[in-house]
DNA sequence: TGGCTGCGATAACTTTTAACTATGCTAAAT
DNA sequence: ATTTAGCATAGTTAAAAGTTATCGCAGCCA
């Protein structure tokens, strides 16, 4: 295998350049027979002489302006090396796989998307959205960068940042509209409908409505918030969607939403990502992106 | 200015290939630590973190993974240079590193081999026998030097020269002999035996029979064209093979080969390389020796 | 011709760099 | 809780690259 070093094609550069040993060396920092010999060596290396060395001048043979041709690009890309960290340094570069959960995924990605966009103007975003325990094989297999999730989630593996929290609100039929807000005692009585097996935003609904491990009904569970709302909407029952969802899904549908009274059901929004990422300064300052769109989407309602 | 060394590159790219210092610092064979400190001072001098090392594995990050791909193209000049040297001597010399398809590979290699060894009594020949597709990944990526395969490919980073033409001809059992030859469009109701998924000389033969997409028949695909034909000489089918095997291939089963009427059926086989490759004059010569070889094996059957 | 002079090569020695072995530390796996 | 796997660190040694001093050769000028 070839043993070249970048200091000797830098030097062979110099030499190139300044035809003489003496300046060339002097450019280099370096003395004279310290050039000379990384020369040689580069020439017995390659077992081609890359100069002819006359009394007055040192000149390239043939071969050697061949050969400076290609090191000019090569050290060129070396050097680019450095502009690429340089310009990287501190900053998320590339590629961000993002992973974030059904029930917040359609309501906060457009503000974090755009937001993302105009700070980090050439980040390469991909966006996956799935269940909490598929984001986290994932997230442990390297296959995303960080995933914006319902917490706590206890995984030791990973930091946790909560940022902020937020409360659910009950969607029933416009009829209903003047009726009291039911305690979370009398929901069990109603019929509530519940995202499919998986989704932590069901579990947190059960668990408001002190639901044991009994599930209430069979067969009436929707695949996403939206369909939930539009049966809601269609008179099949009731159901919980977080505040976030509520401009975007209360719009298409006869029925209205209410808060709770205390105590109110809620969940914790924040980002997870390897405690072993190196970019952890970098996602820290990303969350406080996440953060503030989720502020800014609940101040609406 | 950038204090980078050119063996810290490519043990950076030993280890984004093994994923795992133990295994990287055994290919560059040196110790583990030396690779730890040397990718250190890497990341050091880059300002940058190159990879996040979990417990159990190794991974780049995401900057890692940009500054790979320019490293890729540095030690590939790098690399190159060592061939321009080669070349501007005149001679191949050293390592050859060639890549064959299955479908040639035994019927040629023999050939070429021993003529090398004659033109070039000190060159080092490695082989490779594997499918196109891969041969062309391996080509890209500087792990072999040329390779033998079917045209046209169109690959535009590549040279193409073509050799020869070759036809296919039909393998059928003994008991056959005396049969007419079958038209492409009989074949197709005949059972007709064909190598798996991948090689190139399988989808030559389909489309020779004008099957469209369709698959004639499920699970009867052959990994060689010598288990294709004894797998004839037992009864089960007919095949094709391409001229070049007849003398090996059908000596070993009691099959007959019988040439098709026009149009007959055929591949051009022919060489390839790296248009970068500062060996080309001698890649084109080396191509004489193989367009030879392909000459004397078809003119024997 | 003979002594300068400019310049690259060589030699002997020193410093710096990169390697090795041994061992530590942390996080999975059992 | 203990073992195991695997990267990091420390201390030491070997190799590489640099230094100064000096040589030798070709051209130059008197």
Redesign the interface.
């Given at each position: 295998m070839?043993n070249?070093?970048?200091?000797q094609l830098r030097y062979f550069q110099a030499l190139v350049r300044y035809g003489h040993f003496g300046h060339a060396a002097d450019a280099c920092a370096i003395s004279q027979p310290a050039l000379s010999v990384q020369i040689k060596e580069l020439e017995t290396a390659?077992?081609?002489i890359l100069f002819e060395r006359t009394a007055r001048q040192v000149r390239l043979t043939a071969?050697g302006a061949?050969?400076a041709l290609?090191?000019r690009?090569?050290v060129q890309?070396?050097?680019?090396?450095?502009d690429?960290?340089?310009a990287?340094?501190g900053r998320?570069?590339?590629?961000?796989r993002i992973g974030v959960i059904p029930t917040i995924a359609p309501y906060l990605l457009p503000t974090i998307i755009g937001a993302l966009h105009q700070s980090h103007p050439d980040l390469d975003i991909h966006v996956r959205e799935t269940v909490t325990p598929r984001l986290i094989q994932e997230l442990s297999d390297?296959r995303i960068?960080t995933a914006v999730v319902a917490l706590p989630l206890s995984e030791p593996?990973f930091t946790e940042v909560a940022l902020f929290d937020e409360n659910f609100v009950l969607v029933r039929p416009d009829a209903d509209a003047g009726k009291p807000v039911p305690s979370r005692d009398s929901l069990r009585a109603m019929r509530l409908l519940l995202l499919e097996e998986g989704h932590c935003f069901r579990d947190q609904a059960l668990s408001f409505c002190n639901f044991g491990g009994a599930v209430p009904r069979e067969g009436l569970d929707g695949s996403s918030l939206a369909t939930l709302v539009q049966m809601v909407g269609a008179g099949i029952g009731v159901t919980l969607i977080p505040e976030m969802a509520v401009r975007v899904e209360t719009r298409s549908a006869p029925v209205c939403v209410v808060r709770f009274n205390r105590p109110r059901p809620s969940r914790t929004v924040g980002m997870i990502w390897?405690k072993?990422?190196?970019?952890s300064a970098q996602l820290l300052e990303l969350s406080e992106v996440v953060r503030q769109a989720g502020a800014d989407l609940r101040k609406l309602p």
């Open positions: 070839l070249l070093t970048f200091k390659l077992g081609m071969f061949e050969f290609r090191v690009g090569i890309s070396v050097d680019e090396l450095g690429l960290a340089r990287a340094r998320l570069t590339g590629r961000l390297g960068d593996a390897r072993t990422n190196p970019l």
